[in-house]
């Protein structure tokens, strides 16, 4: 038997999808790659905007058009908050809450019809690896929001927030790292609340994964900046934590920011900045930027523009407000019409990028240690294009000879430029080669 998983949205649910992957190996039940190789999918769905929620039922639709026969588990944010519309989708066999998500494989799993009973497909403490991507690993670490931003669905589509303990995490990363993972991703609907229900902080939870485990790199999907101590950029004086860190500040206005209920102003949010970049110079801060909230002025565009600017952001995710029914946003006056908000995201987009063009210059000549990412692109020369990431989480590609694999390997680079497409071009200070022993590393 056979599960295809997929996701829309955030981390967190690519996150879910590794833990599915490892539980249904113990029913007996392979991840594919191939949805038409699976006898069952599951689709982990997002409702965070209408538009989120129009491609979740369009994805159902998809996958069950493409393989009829599979049976549909439906879950994720979607789900849970219009669960009687995804239950009257087409193909929809099982509608699985946010609430029920960790019985989730063993409910799909009683849709299957076994020819023969399941075997164990795994050794008790074996973990498997999304097949998406073996050299990075998504690590759940909580769930839930306490807070309630009035533009956000997800928070009451999550419940409250549940921490899973600081030795059950642990488990899981020395487990990712015997099966060849060089790389945790730290993740959660809030991850900056980790630990509330358990007297315990996420400033513990990385101290103690520092300590405990030998995973060579570590890093943090998005978190709160309200919620981080100032100790708390300490840590990464340990060069296992790779300097970047996604921290969504939404807008440079103050009073934009109290009417989202957000718990941070702007000048604190750029003192957080300074910090992190007081402890490493290079670190690399990207975030999210809503335009056209309601009541936004022109005035109140104009200081998220200089936030961008100020903070020096590598990316910014621009996104225009969207009504989602259901969240104390969507019945606020002075609703910005669609023209202005249009306008206002394509200025947003060409300040943002050009922010990111000067973060990506300030990196030529540097040397860089790059986690190299999948099996390379041949090109007709008989060269092959590899791609990765430097710590501080900018993308970066070689070009080699066919010969060399660079796949999960951890080398140096020097920066060289910056494409046309807006990634770093490097020559690799190291490579490996095959030898009577194994693969060794060469020094050029």
């Not at 998220?304 to 990316?315: D, N, R």
Request: aromatic share 8%.
């Amino acid at each position: 038997m056979n599960v295809f998983l997929t996701s829309l949205g955030c981390r967190l649910n690519e996150a879910e999808l590794q833990t599915w992957s490892h539980q249904f190996s113990k029913l007996g039940i392979s991840t594919v790659s191939k949805q038409e190789d699976a006898n069952l999918i599951v689709i982990n769905t997002c409702a965070v905007t209408g538009e989120a929620s129009r491609k979740s039922r369009q994805t159902i639709r998809r996958y069950h058009r493409n393989n009829p026969s599979a049976k549909l588990v439906v879950t994720g944010c979607y789900a849970s908050i219009e669960k009687n519309e995804a239950e009257s989708l087409l193909g929809v066999d099982l509608i699985v809450s946010n609430a029920d998500k960790t019985l989730l494989p063993e409910k799909a799993s009683e849709l299957l019809e076994w020819k023969s009973m399941p075997y164990a497909a795994t050794e008790p403490d074996a973990t498997s690896i999304f097949t998406r991507n073996r050299e990075r690993a998504f690590i759940k670490v909580q769930d839930g929001c306490r807070y309630r931003c009035t533009y956000c669905i997800v928070t009451i589509a999550r419940g409250e927030e549940v921490s899973r303990t600081v030795d059950d995490i642990i488990t899981e990363v020395e487990l990712l790292e015997k099966r060849g993972v060089k790389e945790i991703v730290i993740t959660g609907v809030h991850v900056g609340g980790y630990g509330t229900d358990l007297n315990t902080n996420l400033y513990n939870l990385v101290v103690a994964i520092l300590e405990r485990t030998s995973i060579p790199r570590i890093r943090f999907a998005s978190v709160e900046p309200w919620d981080l101590p100032d100790r708390f950029f300490d840590l990464f004086a340990d060069k296992r934590l790779m300097p970047h860190m996604h921290l969504p500040i939404q807008s440079g206005s103050d009073r934009i920011l109290k009417k989202m209920s957000r718990r941070c102003k702007s000048e604190t949010f750029l003192k957080l900045v300074d910090r992190a970049r007081s402890v490493v110079p290079e670190f690399n801060v990207t975030s999210d930027i809503i335009v056209g909230f309601p009541s936004e002025q022109e005035e109140d565009f104009e200081r998220s523009m200089e936030m961008v600017k100020q903070a020096k952001f590598g990316h910014v995710h621009t996104f225009s407000y969207s009504k989602r029914e259901g969240t104390k946003a969507a019945g606020l006056p002075e609703q910005v019409d669609e023209p202005t908000k249009k306008a206002r995201s394509k200025q947003m987009h060409e300040i943002a990028l050009e922010a990111k063009k000067q973060q990506l210059e300030v990196m030529i000549g540097q040397v860089e240690a790059v986690l190299w990412e999948g099996t390379g692109k041949v090109s007709e020369q008989g060269l092959v294009q590899f791609y990765g990431y430097t710590p501080n989480y900018h993308k970066v590609s070689v070009t080699i000879e066919a010969s060399f694999a660079l796949s999960n390997k951890i080398l140096e680079c020097q920066i060289k430029g910056v494409s046309e497409e807006g990634y770093l071009l490097a020559e690799l200070l190291e490579f490996p080669e095959k030898s009577s022993d194994g693969i060794s590393v060469k020094m050029v």
